[in-house]
């Protein structure tokens, strides 16, 4: 063999060689997530690991996953992801409007994916196609599926008149979704109490103020359920007040019932998008999904606490039924 051409296998074999232990690194590579939430988890974890572990990833073996929540706190959001990034996470689940912003505002590198309420009305992105940068995800609500709501909760309390709508005003997803929830109650001769809290320590006597004001049922949006499910779910069912949810965790927790889309399926597909990051593909080039399948789910249990009669035609419209 010639001078130049052993030289040129050398230089092939070491090329080899650098590949595949490349490969073998990364292959070996403990993937660092974290997972940052306004409230409490209510399942969101749970399906999270489950996505993961469909798709090869294992607690401990190949991934860790620092959970963060800020127990209905969005002031505490920016303290929670400094933590992450101090951490060096190799990316950022955020749940909600006002954690993938806080996630947004803490950082520009650090890939976010977004499991969140129309993400373009709010500005977390400039488009679904292309999101641009570090930030792609799922959206899990859209103001049509506010306006069927509502529908579905003048049906089941037939005798509605008047709803409170419980939010944040400085979230602006739930400024959005409030303006959605207004105009279709117009629609349907209903007039909307706006139910304004700033933090856990305010609910109660926000909404001991909206039954004081003859509101005879509760709209719950993602963003508040997410923070105070368990807080909401209690108080209805002491005051014996029906309420709509955004989600079937709230009905298969006591919730009367719930419309919209699967939480759980969302974060999953979460995990989808964690899986191409890592493996190198970058968040503007990642079209953010829109939830397409919606369900309503109406826990029988609490409507006969409530002494309330479900009408057949939303009993047919149900996806389950909690006896």
Do not use: C
């Amino acid at each position: 063999m010639s001078q130049v051409r052993r030289r040129q296998f050398l230089i092939a074999i070491g090329a080899l060689l650098a590949a595949t232990l490349a490969r073998a690194q990364q292959a070996g590579k403990l993937i660092k997530v974290g997972f940052l939430q306004l409230g409490s988890p209510r399942g969101e974890v749970e399906a999270f690991r489950e996505g993961l572990r469909e798709l090869g990833y294992i607690e401990g073996k190949n991934v860790t996953i620092e959970y963060r929540d800020a127990g209905g706190r969005s002031e505490r959001l920016h303290e929670l992801v400094a933590e992450l990034i101090r951490i060096h996470v190799d990316v950022i689940v955020a749940f909600t409007t006002p954690a993938t912003r806080a996630a947004q505002q803490a950082t520009s590198t650090v890939p976010i994916v977004t499991i969140s309420a129309d993400p373009v009305g709010t500005g977390l992105v400039t488009s679904l196609a292309r999101p641009k940068g570090n930030t792609t995800g799922v959206s899990i609500v859209g103001p049509e599926a506010d306006a069927k709501a509502l529908g579905l909760l003048k049906e089941t309390v037939p005798k509605l008149g008047r709803v409170a709508f419980v939010w944040d005003p400085t979230n602006p997803a739930l400024l959005r979704r409030f303006q959605a929830v207004e105009a279709a109650a117009r629609s349907l001769g209903l007039q909307v109490d706006s139910v304004v809290i700033h933090g856990p320590g305010e609910l109660e006597s926000a909404l001991e103020s909206a039954i004081g004001r003859r509101a005879g049922a509760l709209f719950v949006p993602t963003a508040i359920a997410s923070a105070y499910q368990r807080q909401i779910i209690e108080f209805t069912a002491r005051k014996r007040w029906p309420a709509m949810y955004p989600d079937r965790a709230a009905a298969e927790a006591g919730g009367l019932i719930a419309y919209g889309a699967n939480f759980a399926d969302q974060v999953r597909r979460a995990a989808v998008y964690v899986d191409k990051i890592v493996k190198g593909a970058k968040p503007s080039d990642l079209p953010i999904e829109q939830a397409t399948k919606f369900e309503l789910v109406i826990n029988m249990k609490t409507a006969k606490a409530l002494g309330l009669a479900i009408p057949s035609s939303v009993l047919l419209q149900a996806d389950l039924v909690i006896e």
